[in-house]
């Protein structure tokens, strides 16, 4: 079993910033794409920001130019920086990761989710 534990939410207010942090941990697994999806209330799951085991990102257009992905593979960790931010963000912000183990290829895990609010 893998699991994927996000930290950094929180209340901020329009035009401020947050890190979100996503640690995968687990035995005998291999991350592949990782990344961040975000479901506000009465809304769908969408995504926000993928980023491959290589490092090449790709972004949500609505995010685009406010926020970076990146990741740590040795510490098994991906982080999403939010600058900018707009009341229209505020989200509950799941990490994904795509896993591979001993008993599955590629596999999606999701976190528990963290909670992104953004107003004044």
């Known amino acids: 079993q893998v699991q994927l534990v996000e930290s950094g939410g929180g209340l901020v207010q329009p035009g401020g910033s947050l890190r979100l942090s996503c640690v995968a941990s687990?035995?005998?697994?291999?991350?592949?794409?990782m990344g961040w999806y975000r479901q506000a209330p009465g809304k769908q799951r969408e995504l926000v920001a993928t980023?491959?085991?290589?490092?090449?990102?790709n972004y949500a257009d609505s995010v685009k130019g406010r926020f970076t992905i990146s990741r740590d593979n040795a510490k098994h960790t991906v982080f999403l920086r939010m600058n900018s931010l707009k009341p229209e963000d505020t989200a509950v912000y799941y990490c994904?990761?795509?896993?591979?183990?001993?008993?599955?290829?590629?596999?999606?895990?999701w976190g528990q989710g963290t909670q992104v609010t953004v107003s004044d």
């Open positions: 687990g035995s005998a697994y291999t991350l592949y794409t």
């Open positions: 994904n990761a795509e896993v591979t183990t001993p008993w599955s290829i590629r596999d999606d895990y």
């Open positions: 980023i491959t085991s290589g490092g090449s990102p």
